[in-house]
């Protein structure tokens, strides 16, 4: 009897042992990235004896150390793995790049810098030919001495991390909404209906197969997806169908939400060439037709817990500081997320595209749109699925503020940056509760009144001089990344391009095609 209740007492022990575990690791089952699937690790905790393990036994033959430069496009450099001895070097010490080639800001007489790769964010190269199995891994910038290159975009973005963490006692977290256009060619099925392609599905829908096979090579890449759709934008054009997708992320660090965003548009761009389709992330492809934005939500979290919502469920006085900071240095911001001419022909009055600096729940025509919540108390699960035990989960991590303005031209790493410093910066205004109020517009609410957004990068660029200060602060950019950042956006020379091509469809197609590929 003795050993029966023994065998009954361990039993209960190891389920609730599972249970724990389970728990504890449920972002480790059923993962896509063969790495972690492999290693069974919270990526964070990688180290350079997990990664030589992972090629040892998977039969890796070459690793590739990808990275960002100043045009915020993916750089590779390829190495084979010719012994072990080579390998543990190149993890160890990096290699040598030339950062003038890579960024405007670094000087030719002095250019030299590593790259060193983060094991985190190590996964499986899904392009690479099956005989030449690849490992990639995502690298961090650093100067002669071996300490981190300060104007680094990711040293940007950890830069202001560390500088919202001490001023707050939170962690910044963020995601993006990266939104495109798929083209190819028009067979005459199923024609989709002009500017109503939003949640459309196939036949009507000709690109969702190559939407999920996208969503896939990303999540094995490491990305956090959250779901993925068509949007509204779908027209035809000299027999081309113009169909406009959206991936949505998950909110994570703010390093991670950057990466996430790198790596898809890298992805999406290699499968359509590779599937015999074009994309852009251009802001703006034709008049009259939906433009394409990179929304960014944030959130604001401490010890594991969201600080958005108040015991009653409304948004807190923490994320309205936040707000007000974003609302405060709103002009700034698009030296970041604006970063071609294009950008201002999407940012125009009267479209669903923001141009006035405001905020408020559930509105689109607002700069910041504060996105329904469930923050309420009903059960709506077990109301559609009888037969299912009502639970009642705290959903209030679910609830963002959504800036709405970036869109695919933008240096993702320097967007984060900027809307991270905004938002601390809301916590240093004496009168941020004030500003939130009087920048607050009711839903359906008027939006004419309110300041408006730069109309041009050369606009933009006098905004981010008169603004930089703020920036600036703790170091957080670089005043030679912002100098240089102010200077591309007058190379342009557009302060006043919107009125002097109103109306000329050749001198707009222009445009469109130089700036196709952005960001």
């Known amino acids: 009897m003795l050993f029966y209740y023994d065998f009954v007492y361990l039993l209960i022990k190891h389920i609730k042992n599972y249970k724990l575990m389970t728990k504890d690791n449920e972002k480790l089952l059923m993962n896509a990235n063969k790495v972690v699937d492999f290693l069974k ?3 964070l905790s990688f180290t350079k004896a997990d990664i030589i393990r992972y090629i040892r036994e998977n039969g890796v033959r070459m690793v590739n150390f990808l990275y960002p430069g100043g045009d915020g496009k993916l750089k590779t450099l390829g190495f084979v793995i010719n012994d072990l001895y080579y390998l543990d070097t190149i993890l160890t010490s990096g290699e040598r790049v030339d950062g003038s080639s890579l960024f405007g800001f670094i000087k030719t007489t002095s250019s030299d810098l590593y790259v060193i790769p983060r094991f985190s964010t190590a996964f499986m190269d899904p392009f690479a030919p099956p005989e030449i199995p690849a490992l990639d891994l995502l690298c961090s910038f650093f100067d002669k001495d071996g300490r981190p290159l300060e104007s ?3 040293r940007t973005l950890s830069k202001a991390q560390e500088a919202f963490g001490k001023a707050t006692g939170m962690e910044f977290q963020a995601m993006g909404e990266l939104e495109y256009y798929v083209i190819l060619d028009d067979d005459g099925s199923f024609p989709a209906t002009d500017q109503h392609g939003y949640h459309e599905s196939a036949p009507y829908c ?3 197969a190559f939407r999920a096979k996208c969503m896939d090579y990303i999540s094995r890449a490491g990305g956090q997806i959250k779901y993925g759709h068509s949007e509204v934008g779908n027209f035809r054009m000299d027999g081309k169908i113009y169909e406009q997708n959206e991936i ?6 703010a390093e991670t939400a950057a990466e996430n965003i790198l790596l898809a548009k890298w992805i999406i761009r290699r499968l359509a060439h590779m599937e015999g389709y074009n994309v852009t992330f251009a802001p703006k492809i034709t008049v009259g037709k939906a433009g394409s934005g990179m929304h960014v939500h944030m959130r604001l979290m401490k010890d594991g817990k969201s600080m958005m919502t108040g015991p009653d469920g409304e948004l807190s006085a923490e994320a309205r500081k936040a707000i007000a900071g974003m609302m405060d240095l709103a002009e700034g911001i698009t030296a970041f997320g604006n970063k071609n001419p294009m950008s201002y022909f999407r940012l125009v009055p009267h479209q669903e595209a923001p141009t006035s600096i405001c905020w408020g729940y559930r509105n689109r025509a607002a700069l910041v749109r504060v996105p329904l919540g469930w923050s309420g108390t009903m ?3 077990s109301q559609v699925n009888p037969f299912e035990q009502s639970s009642m989960l705290d959903l209030s991590a679910k609830q963002t503020v959504e800036m709405r303005s970036p869109d695919g031209s933008a240096d993702i790493y320097q967007l984060l940056s900027g809307l991270c ?22 839903p359906g ?3 004419s009144s309110f300041r408006q957004l730069p109309d041009s990068c050369a606009a933009s660029a006098d905004c981010l001089e008169r603004q930089r200060g703020a920036f600036e602060e703790q170091g957080v950019f670089n005043p030679e990344m912002i100098d240089e950042i102010i200077a591309h956006l007058r190379s342009f020379g557009d302060r006043t391009l919107r009125s002097d091509i109103e109306g000329d ?3 707009l197609q222009t445009l469109v095609d130089r700036y196709f590929h952005c960001g």
Not at 421 to 442: D, I, P, Q, W
């Open 41 to 43: 690790k919270d990526p």
């Open 206 to 208: 000709k690109t969702s």
């Open 379 to 381: 059960d709506m699960c």
């Open 505 to 507: 469809t050749s001198s």
């Open 445 to 447: 609410g008027d939006v």
């Open 248 to 253: 949505e992320f998950l909110p994570v660090r």
């Open 152 to 154: 680094a975009p990711e």
């Open 421 to 442: 410093v905004a938002c601390r910066h809301g916590f240093e205004m004496k009168n941020a509760l004030s500003l939130a109020k009087k920048t607050y517009v009711e």
